[in-house]
Nanobody, 124 residues
Framework: EVQLVESGGGWVPAGGSLRLSCATS????????IGWFRQAPGKEREGVSS????????FYADSVKGRFTISSDHAKNTVYLQMDSLIPEDTAVYYC?????????????????WGQGTQVTVSS
């Protein structure tokens, strides 16, 4: 059974940092891509970042480029999203997702497995 479990969300003042984790199990880690997505109340889901685990190539949305860093620990089958210089507009539920691709993409249709999400709140 494929499982993705996010953790690390919480409350942080603007300018602060958080590190989200996506612990995975049930699939061949290196054969997949992991994406991070977020959804704020009343807004559409937005792709944030992704990593192709076959070669660790990454992709970032313009809205987070230079502030967020995605990385992976292949020994732990875990993907991280380091979020720095957070702004109130980053407030959302953050989800990680897994898709059997060797390309880093933030197209939601590319991902078949999703976690339950973790809340990130950035106060002004």
């Amino acid at each position: 059974e494929v499982q993705l479990v996010e953790s690390g969300g919480g409350w942080v003042p603007a300018g602060g940092s958080l590190r989200l984790s996506c612990a995975t199990s049930g699939f061949t880690f290196d054969a997949y891509a992991i994406g991070w997505f977020r959804q704020a109340p009343g807004k559409e889901r937005e792709g944030v970042s992704s990593i192709a685990l076959s070669d660790n190539k990454t992709f970032y949305a313009d809205s987070v480029k230079g502030r967020f860093t995605i990385s992976s620990d292949h020994a732990k089958n875990t993907v991280y999203l380091q979020m720095d210089s957070l702004i109130p507009e980053d407030t959302a539920v953050y989800y990680c997702a897994a898709g059997k691709w060797s390309i880093a993409t933030i197209w939601p249709w590319a991902y078949e497995y999703w976690g339950q999400g973790t809340q990130v709140t950035v106060s002004s």
